[in-house]
T-cell receptor
């Protein structure tokens, strides 16, 4: 069976500090990978998605970046955090294929507070 | 721009009540509509709908899609306190990119 891991679970960082959040998927190969952010009381905002190693699509211009150094690893980074970067960050994966199903599976999330 | 709108944004009911959650969408090249339940952490999948007029059912939850009017509803009958959560609606589109567009979510509170 497939599992998705995220760490850390919670993080408190000062403004201007760097950020690195990691997501890994087990039990599948060549997944599509996604980073979402959920601000308090809001829906999920897609930040980045990746259909393969080294392939990153950015949905929202901001001071965040993403990388996919390995097939089942997805990293979200920032060189300098802003207060507005606070939120709940979710990693998700799904298999790409011709079938109509498009179900995303979410990791446990990282709650980031920037002070 | 693709858009998914959920209503109401929040709802408080008593145990045993029946609730209806609404989701309307405006997207190009619609493929499917998905419902998720989010309690404290990650959203969990409830339903995926691709065809109009076919009801999906799981216990006390059911959902239906109207592709002509571009909306879906999620019904919960005989609500329980464990149904308290944020319910998210999302739409996937056909074409080059594999991604979901989410609504803002609906916060349901079921009081005993």
């Amino acid at each position: 069976s497939q599992t998705i891991h995220q760490w850390p679970a919670t993080l408190v960082q000062p403004v201007g500090s760097p950020l690195s959040l990691e997501c890994t998927v087990e039990g599948t190969s060549n997944p599509n990978l996604y980073w979402y952010r959920q601000a308090a009381g809001r829906g999920l905002q897609l930040l980045f998605y990746s259909v393969g190693i080294g392939q990153i699509s950015s949905e929202v211009p901001q001071n965040l970046s993403a990388s996919r150094p390995q097939d089942r690893q997805f990293i979200l980074s920032s060189k300098k955090l802003l207060l507005s970067d606070s939120g709940f960050y979710l990693c998700a994966w799904n298999r790409f294929g011709r079938e109509a199903r498009f179900e995303q599976f979410f990791g446990p999330g990282t709650r980031l507070t920037v002070l | 721009e693709d858009k998914v709108v959920q209503s109401p944004l929040s709802l408080v009911v008593h145990e045993g009540d029946t609730v209806t959650l609404n989701c309307s969408y405006e997207v190009t090249n619609f493929r499917s509509l998905l419902w998720y339940k989010q309690e404290k952490k990650a959203p969990t999948f409830l339903f995926m709908l691709t065809s109009s007029g076919i009801e999906k059912k799981s216990g006390r939850l059911s959902s239906i899609l109207d592709k002509k009017e571009l909306f879906s509803i999620l019904n919960i009958t005989a609500t329980q306190t464990g149904d308290s959560a944020v319910y998210l609606c999302a739409v996937s589109t056909q074409g080059g990119s594999e991604k979901l567009v989410f609504g803002k979510g609906m916060k349901l509170t079921v009081n005993p």
